[in-house]
Protein backbone atom coordinates (compact mmCIF):
# COMPACT_ATOMS: atom_id res chain seq x y z
CA UNK A 1 0.00 0.00 0.00
CA UNK A 2 1.31 3.21 -0.49
CA UNK A 3 0.60 6.98 0.00
CA UNK A 4 0.30 9.14 -3.45
CA UNK A 5 0.84 12.67 -1.73
CA UNK A 6 3.68 13.56 0.07
CA UNK A 7 2.05 17.00 1.32
CA UNK A 8 -1.28 15.76 3.22
CA UNK A 9 -1.59 13.31 5.91
CA UNK A 10 -5.13 12.24 7.51
CA UNK A 11 -4.39 10.40 10.42
CA UNK A 12 -6.14 6.92 10.49
CA UNK A 13 -7.04 5.01 12.72
CA UNK A 14 -7.71 1.97 10.92
CA UNK A 15 -6.69 1.35 6.98
CA UNK A 16 -6.77 -2.02 5.28
CA UNK A 17 -8.27 -3.75 2.50
CA UNK A 18 -8.27 -7.10 0.56
CA UNK A 19 -8.61 -8.04 -2.90
CA UNK A 20 -10.25 -11.43 -3.86
CA UNK A 21 -11.24 -13.03 -6.99
CA UNK A 22 -14.62 -13.59 -6.88
CA UNK A 23 -15.52 -15.17 -10.33
CA UNK A 24 -14.45 -16.08 -13.67
CA UNK A 25 -17.02 -15.26 -16.51
CA UNK A 26 -17.42 -17.57 -19.65
CA UNK A 27 -16.68 -14.88 -22.01
CA UNK A 28 -12.98 -14.64 -19.83
CA UNK A 29 -13.71 -11.75 -17.66
CA UNK A 30 -13.27 -11.56 -14.30
CA UNK A 31 -15.24 -10.01 -11.36
CA UNK A 32 -13.14 -9.05 -7.75
CA UNK A 33 -14.28 -7.95 -4.15
CA UNK A 34 -12.70 -5.41 -2.74
CA UNK A 35 -12.86 -5.85 1.05
CA UNK A 36 -12.13 -2.03 2.83
CA UNK A 37 -12.15 -1.06 6.36
CA UNK A 38 -11.29 2.29 7.16
CA UNK A 39 -12.04 4.03 10.65
CA UNK A 40 -10.77 7.66 11.48
CA UNK A 41 -12.43 11.41 11.19
CA UNK A 42 -15.31 12.02 9.05
CA UNK A 43 -14.43 11.78 5.81
CA UNK A 44 -15.50 10.93 2.05
CA UNK A 45 -14.18 8.14 0.23
CA UNK A 46 -13.64 7.62 -3.66
CA UNK A 47 -12.58 4.49 -4.60
CA UNK A 48 -11.46 3.74 -7.92
CA UNK A 49 -9.47 1.22 -9.82
CA UNK A 50 -8.42 2.05 -13.07
CA UNK A 51 -9.47 0.09 -16.67
CA UNK A 52 -12.12 -2.12 -13.95
CA UNK A 53 -15.86 -1.33 -13.79
CA UNK A 54 -17.84 -1.27 -10.89
CA UNK A 55 -20.76 -4.13 -11.21
CA UNK A 56 -23.65 -3.86 -9.58
CA UNK A 57 -25.29 -6.05 -7.35
CA UNK A 58 -27.86 -7.74 -10.31
CA UNK A 59 -24.71 -8.68 -12.09
CA UNK A 60 -23.07 -10.87 -9.49
CA UNK A 61 -23.69 -14.80 -9.61
CA UNK A 62 -25.16 -15.78 -5.94
CA UNK A 63 -22.22 -17.15 -3.92
CA UNK A 64 -22.33 -18.54 -0.21
CA UNK A 65 -18.67 -17.96 -0.03
CA UNK A 66 -18.76 -13.87 -0.92
CA UNK A 67 -21.18 -13.63 2.22
CA UNK A 68 -19.70 -11.44 5.34
CA UNK A 69 -21.29 -12.11 8.26
CA UNK A 70 -21.14 -9.39 10.13
CA UNK A 71 -21.73 -5.70 9.21
CA UNK A 72 -19.95 -4.71 6.25
CA UNK A 73 -21.83 -3.20 3.66
CA UNK A 74 -22.29 -4.28 0.18
CA UNK A 75 -21.76 -1.33 -1.95
CA UNK A 76 -22.75 -0.61 -5.65
CA UNK A 77 -21.12 3.66 -5.30
CA UNK A 78 -17.76 4.39 -5.62
CA UNK A 79 -18.24 7.02 -3.23
CA UNK A 80 -18.54 6.57 0.66
CA UNK A 81 -18.60 8.23 3.79
CA UNK A 82 -17.16 7.62 6.82
CA UNK A 83 -18.04 8.70 10.34
CA UNK A 84 -16.14 9.46 12.76
CA UNK A 85 -15.05 7.10 15.42
CA UNK A 86 -17.24 3.97 13.43
CA UNK A 87 -15.11 1.81 11.55
CA UNK A 88 -16.25 1.55 7.84
CA UNK A 89 -16.28 -2.29 6.47
CA UNK A 90 -17.49 -2.29 2.35
CA UNK A 91 -17.16 -4.84 -0.42
CA UNK A 92 -17.55 -3.71 -3.91
CA UNK A 93 -16.93 -5.67 -6.68
CA UNK A 94 -15.11 -4.76 -9.83
CA UNK A 95 -15.41 -5.97 -13.45
CA UNK A 96 -12.24 -6.45 -15.77
CA UNK A 97 -11.09 -8.36 -18.72
CA UNK A 98 -9.14 -11.31 -18.97
CA UNK A 99 -5.68 -10.92 -18.50
CA UNK A 100 -4.85 -8.89 -15.85
CA UNK A 101 -2.20 -9.04 -14.23
CA UNK A 102 -1.32 -6.27 -12.20
CA UNK A 103 -4.78 -4.75 -10.31
CA UNK A 104 -4.36 -1.11 -8.10
CA UNK A 105 -7.29 0.14 -5.97
CA UNK A 106 -6.83 3.84 -5.51
CA UNK A 107 -8.29 5.64 -2.61
CA UNK A 108 -8.62 9.39 -2.55
CA UNK A 109 -9.81 10.40 1.23
CA UNK A 110 -11.33 13.68 1.45
CA UNK A 111 -11.62 15.65 5.46
CA UNK A 112 -12.33 18.46 6.99
CA UNK A 113 -14.89 21.35 6.53
CA UNK A 114 -14.52 21.82 3.19
CA UNK A 115 -12.79 18.57 2.40
CA UNK A 116 -9.62 20.70 2.27
CA UNK A 117 -7.36 17.90 3.44
CA UNK A 118 -6.75 15.36 0.54
CA UNK A 119 -5.20 11.92 1.14
CA UNK A 120 -4.37 9.15 -1.78
CA UNK A 121 -4.07 5.67 -0.98
CA UNK A 122 -3.36 2.97 -3.56
CA UNK A 123 -3.19 -1.14 -2.89
CA UNK A 124 -1.46 -2.92 -5.40
CA UNK A 125 -1.56 -6.67 -6.32
CA UNK A 126 -0.52 -8.98 -8.69
CA UNK A 127 -3.72 -11.40 -9.46
CA UNK A 128 -2.70 -13.25 -11.87
CA UNK A 129 -2.47 -16.77 -9.92
CA UNK A 130 -5.84 -15.67 -8.02
CA UNK A 131 -7.91 -18.40 -8.35
CA UNK A 132 -11.63 -17.75 -8.58
CA UNK A 133 -13.88 -18.09 -4.94
CA UNK A 134 -16.71 -18.86 -6.75
CA UNK A 135 -17.08 -21.51 -9.91
CA UNK A 136 -20.13 -23.01 -11.13
CA UNK A 137 -20.97 -26.17 -10.26
CA UNK A 138 -19.70 -28.78 -12.05
CA UNK A 139 -22.29 -31.62 -12.20
CA UNK A 140 -21.88 -35.00 -13.64
CA UNK A 141 -23.99 -37.08 -11.48
CA UNK A 142 -28.02 -36.37 -11.57
CA UNK A 143 -29.17 -37.83 -8.33
CA UNK A 144 -32.86 -38.87 -8.19
CA UNK A 145 -35.80 -39.27 -6.00
CA UNK A 146 -36.21 -42.11 -4.50
CA UNK A 147 -38.80 -44.14 -1.85
CA UNK A 148 -37.54 -46.35 1.17
CA UNK A 149 -39.60 -48.59 2.75
CA UNK A 150 -38.94 -50.07 6.04
CA UNK A 151 -40.10 -53.84 7.41
CA UNK A 152 -39.23 -54.90 11.25
CA UNK A 153 -38.68 -58.55 11.87
CA UNK A 154 -38.40 -61.58 9.42
CA UNK A 155 -40.51 -63.17 7.60
CA UNK A 156 -42.93 -62.96 4.71
CA UNK A 157 -45.46 -61.28 6.40
CA UNK A 158 -43.22 -58.65 7.84
CA UNK A 159 -42.00 -57.54 4.54
CA UNK A 160 -45.27 -57.50 2.60
CA UNK A 161 -46.92 -55.22 5.67
CA UNK A 162 -47.36 -52.05 3.81
CA UNK A 163 -47.60 -49.78 4.48
CA UNK A 164 -45.45 -49.64 7.57
CA UNK A 165 -45.09 -47.12 10.03
CA UNK A 166 -41.83 -45.02 10.63
CA UNK A 167 -41.93 -47.00 13.76
CA UNK A 168 -43.14 -50.08 15.20
CA UNK A 169 -43.12 -52.49 18.71
CA UNK A 170 -41.06 -56.37 18.03
CA UNK A 171 -40.34 -58.29 20.19
CA UNK A 172 -37.37 -60.97 20.94
CA UNK A 173 -34.28 -61.12 18.74
CA UNK A 174 -36.05 -61.29 15.45
CA UNK A 175 -37.49 -57.47 16.52
CA UNK A 176 -33.61 -56.47 15.91
CA UNK A 177 -34.01 -57.83 12.32
CA UNK A 178 -34.39 -53.91 9.81
CA UNK A 179 -35.25 -54.24 6.34
CA UNK A 180 -34.85 -51.04 4.04
CA UNK A 181 -36.36 -51.44 0.73
CA UNK A 182 -35.36 -48.19 -1.59
CA UNK A 183 -36.17 -47.45 -5.23
CA UNK A 184 -36.08 -44.64 -7.29
CA UNK A 185 -39.44 -42.66 -8.55
CA UNK A 186 -38.39 -42.58 -11.76
CA UNK A 187 -37.66 -45.32 -14.40
CA UNK A 188 -34.19 -44.98 -14.96
CA UNK A 189 -31.15 -46.30 -15.31
CA UNK A 190 -29.53 -45.87 -11.75
CA UNK A 191 -27.13 -46.92 -9.50
CA UNK A 192 -28.00 -47.15 -5.33
CA UNK A 193 -25.73 -47.17 -2.62
CA UNK A 194 -25.79 -46.05 0.88
CA UNK A 195 -23.53 -45.63 4.08
CA UNK A 196 -22.80 -46.78 7.30
CA UNK A 197 -25.96 -47.12 9.43
CA UNK A 198 -25.95 -45.21 12.58
CA UNK A 199 -27.63 -46.68 15.26
CA UNK A 200 -28.91 -45.30 18.72
CA UNK A 201 -30.43 -47.38 21.58
CA UNK A 202 -32.60 -45.94 24.37
CA UNK A 203 -34.62 -47.97 27.20
CA UNK A 204 -36.02 -44.83 29.03
CA UNK A 205 -38.86 -42.69 27.20
CA UNK A 206 -37.12 -39.69 25.24
CA UNK A 207 -34.14 -40.60 25.73
CA UNK A 208 -32.54 -40.67 22.28
CA UNK A 209 -34.65 -37.59 21.04
CA UNK A 210 -34.06 -35.34 23.94
CA UNK A 211 -30.91 -33.52 22.20
CA UNK A 212 -29.74 -33.79 18.37
CA UNK A 213 -28.29 -36.97 17.83
CA UNK A 214 -27.16 -36.66 14.41
CA UNK A 215 -25.95 -32.95 12.47
CA UNK A 216 -24.59 -32.98 9.13
CA UNK A 217 -20.65 -33.17 8.74
CA UNK A 218 -19.56 -31.42 5.59
CA UNK A 219 -15.70 -30.61 6.11
CA UNK A 220 -16.12 -29.08 8.96
CA UNK A 221 -16.80 -30.02 12.93
CA UNK A 222 -20.30 -30.47 13.98
CA UNK A 223 -21.96 -28.33 16.93
CA UNK B 1 -16.31 -42.26 11.85
CA UNK B 2 -18.52 -40.73 9.79
CA UNK B 3 -20.92 -42.07 7.67
CA UNK B 4 -20.28 -40.86 4.39
CA UNK B 5 -21.70 -41.59 0.77
CA UNK B 6 -19.20 -42.96 -1.83
CA UNK B 7 -17.64 -40.27 -3.19
CA UNK B 8 -19.71 -37.86 -1.53
CA UNK B 9 -18.21 -35.14 0.70
CA UNK B 10 -21.48 -34.86 2.14
CA UNK B 11 -21.86 -37.07 5.29
CA UNK B 12 -23.61 -37.79 8.68
CA UNK B 13 -22.84 -38.64 11.98
CA UNK B 14 -23.40 -38.16 15.88
CA UNK B 15 -22.89 -35.21 17.06
CA UNK B 16 -20.16 -34.76 19.73
CA UNK B 17 -22.92 -33.55 22.34
CA UNK B 18 -24.77 -36.77 22.00
CA UNK B 19 -22.17 -39.04 22.07
CA UNK B 20 -20.56 -37.14 25.14
CA UNK B 21 -24.20 -37.28 26.60
CA UNK B 22 -24.83 -41.14 25.46
CA UNK B 23 -21.35 -41.95 27.16
CA UNK B 24 -21.65 -40.94 30.37
CA UNK B 25 -25.36 -43.04 30.42
CA UNK B 26 -24.49 -46.45 29.12
CA UNK B 27 -27.19 -47.68 31.44
CA UNK B 28 -29.47 -46.21 29.13
CA UNK B 29 -28.19 -44.99 26.10
CA UNK B 30 -25.44 -46.61 23.51
CA UNK B 31 -24.83 -46.04 19.93
CA UNK B 32 -23.23 -48.10 17.55
CA UNK B 33 -22.10 -47.50 13.59
CA UNK B 34 -23.17 -50.27 11.42
CA UNK B 35 -21.17 -50.79 8.36
CA UNK B 36 -21.10 -53.83 5.78
CA UNK B 37 -17.71 -55.37 6.53
CA UNK B 38 -17.25 -59.09 7.41
CA UNK B 39 -15.65 -58.46 10.97
CA UNK B 40 -19.21 -57.98 11.81
CA UNK B 41 -21.74 -58.52 9.81
CA UNK B 42 -24.56 -57.39 10.44
CA UNK B 43 -25.54 -55.87 7.64
CA UNK B 44 -26.60 -57.66 4.30
CA UNK B 45 -27.26 -56.25 1.04
CA UNK B 46 -29.58 -57.25 -1.98
CA UNK B 47 -29.07 -55.45 -5.26
CA UNK B 48 -29.91 -58.58 -7.69
CA UNK B 49 -32.31 -61.88 -6.96
CA UNK B 50 -29.97 -64.74 -8.24
CA UNK B 51 -30.06 -67.58 -6.92
CA UNK B 52 -26.52 -67.27 -5.84
CA UNK B 53 -27.77 -64.16 -4.17
CA UNK B 54 -30.94 -65.25 -2.39
CA UNK B 55 -28.63 -68.05 -0.98
CA UNK B 56 -25.96 -66.15 0.82
CA UNK B 57 -29.19 -63.73 2.00
CA UNK B 58 -30.99 -66.47 3.65
CA UNK B 59 -27.62 -67.52 5.22
CA UNK B 60 -27.01 -64.70 6.52
CA UNK B 61 -30.37 -64.71 7.95
CA UNK B 62 -30.34 -68.48 9.79
CA UNK B 63 -26.51 -67.66 10.87
CA UNK B 64 -27.09 -64.31 12.52
CA UNK B 65 -30.92 -65.12 13.89
CA UNK B 66 -30.17 -68.97 14.73
CA UNK B 67 -33.41 -69.66 12.88
CA UNK B 68 -33.94 -72.91 10.75
CA UNK B 69 -35.56 -70.56 7.72
CA UNK B 70 -35.92 -67.16 6.99
CA UNK B 71 -40.04 -67.32 7.12
CA UNK B 72 -39.83 -66.18 2.90
CA UNK B 73 -38.14 -62.81 4.05
CA UNK B 74 -35.50 -62.83 1.40
CA UNK B 75 -38.17 -64.21 -1.06
CA UNK B 76 -40.47 -61.69 -0.47
CA UNK B 77 -38.05 -58.67 -0.81
CA UNK B 78 -37.39 -60.32 -4.08
CA UNK B 79 -40.74 -60.24 -5.40
CA UNK B 80 -40.99 -56.71 -4.19
CA UNK B 81 -38.04 -55.74 -6.49
CA UNK B 82 -39.05 -57.89 -9.12
CA UNK B 83 -42.06 -56.10 -9.18
CA UNK B 84 -40.09 -52.82 -9.23
CA UNK B 85 -37.09 -53.55 -11.30
CA UNK B 86 -37.52 -50.58 -13.53
CA UNK B 87 -36.25 -48.60 -10.57
CA UNK B 88 -33.35 -49.82 -9.57
CA UNK B 89 -34.35 -51.23 -6.37
CA UNK B 90 -31.90 -52.18 -3.58
CA UNK B 91 -32.40 -54.62 0.05
CA UNK B 92 -30.83 -53.95 2.89
CA UNK B 93 -31.19 -55.96 5.94
CA UNK B 94 -29.61 -54.52 9.42
CA UNK B 95 -29.23 -56.78 12.89
CA UNK B 96 -29.66 -54.04 15.50
CA UNK B 97 -28.41 -54.38 18.64
CA UNK B 98 -26.17 -57.58 17.63
CA UNK B 99 -22.88 -56.71 19.08
CA UNK B 100 -24.37 -53.83 21.89
CA UNK B 101 -22.69 -53.68 25.06
CA UNK B 102 -25.20 -55.73 27.55
CA UNK B 103 -23.30 -55.40 30.74
CA UNK B 104 -25.39 -53.24 32.67
CA UNK B 105 -29.01 -55.68 33.11
CA UNK B 106 -31.04 -52.85 32.57
CA UNK B 107 -30.64 -53.22 28.63
CA UNK B 108 -33.11 -55.92 27.17
CA UNK B 109 -31.78 -59.21 27.43
CA UNK B 110 -34.22 -61.35 24.78
CA UNK B 111 -35.58 -64.24 27.71
CA UNK B 112 -35.74 -61.47 30.71
CA UNK B 113 -39.02 -59.54 30.56
CA UNK B 114 -38.41 -57.36 33.30
CA UNK B 115 -36.15 -55.57 31.80
CA UNK B 116 -37.10 -52.28 29.99
CA UNK B 117 -37.92 -51.98 25.96
CA UNK B 118 -35.61 -50.65 24.23
CA UNK B 119 -36.19 -48.01 21.33
CA UNK B 120 -34.10 -47.78 18.51
CA UNK B 121 -33.70 -45.50 16.26
CA UNK B 122 -31.44 -45.70 12.79
CA UNK B 123 -30.32 -43.28 10.13
CA UNK B 124 -29.53 -44.37 7.13
CA UNK B 125 -28.48 -42.47 3.79
CA UNK B 126 -29.12 -43.82 0.67
CA UNK B 127 -28.07 -42.32 -2.85
CA UNK B 128 -29.88 -43.15 -6.31
CA UNK B 129 -27.82 -41.87 -8.74
CA UNK B 130 -28.23 -41.83 -12.43
Not at chain 1, 127 to 150: D, E, F, N, R, W
Not at chain 1, 181 to 197: D, E, G, I, M, P
Not at chain 2, 28 to 56: F, G, P
Amino acid sequence: MFSSDELQYIPLEQFDNDLILAHCLLGGDRIFQLHTRARGPALSMHTRIPNMQLVTLMDLLACDRLLFGDTTLVSESSILAVLPGQQLSVVSYWRVVAGVEIVKALYTLLAGSDHALVMDIGAVRNVLALVAQCTPPVLSIVYQAGVVQVAFGMGRDEVHMTPVPPEAPTQGELGTLVTFLVQSTRAVNASVSFSTVLAAYGNSPGTITAGRPVGLHNGGLLE
Amino acid sequence: MVACLNDALICWDFTPGFKTWCLLRLAECQYEYIRNSTQHSNMRILLSCSTDAKHEARLWLETLFGVVHDGGHVEALCDSMADNAAYTPAAVMVNTMKFLYRGNRLWKIYQNFLALDTKTFLWMDFSIVS
